[in-house]
């Protein structure tokens, strides 16, 4: 638009002036859709998920390691049991478990 403004044409003027009216309408119904509450709502939703999303694979990652860590504690590089670690633990839960179960039986009479 190097041309100024008096050596213009009416038509020039008029086609600029609805040039500008649907530029202005696009924008306007860019922002209309942006603050439409069911605009708004996806987005907060699209952040909440992807905020959980973030958290669970956090969250898989540490109970992973977790598991990994217990694992190499009963279990040697061969995959076999390491009885010294097992029997001990196994013998404390069947311990608990037995304890548990007579605790039951005793307040049933």
Not at 43 to 71: E, I
Request: no cysteine; hydrophobic share 40%.
């Amino acid at each position: 638009m190097a041309e100024s403004s008096d050596t213009r044409t009416p038509a020039q003027i008029e086609a600029d002036i609805r040039r500008r009216r649907a530029v202005l309408a696009e924008t306007l119904d860019e922002i209309g859709v942006r603050v439409h509450p069911k605009t708004i709502v996806g987005d907060a939703k699209a952040k909440v998920v992807s905020n959980v999303d973030h958290t669970l694979g956090r969250a898989y990652v540490q109970v992973n390691r977790a598991v990994s860590d217990v694992r190499r504690q009963f279990v040697d590089e061969g995959g076999s049991p390491r009885m010294e670690r097992v029997l001990p633990v196994a013998l404390v839960a069947l311990g608990v478990v037995g304890l548990l179960a007579f605790g039951t039986r005793r307040r049933r009479r």
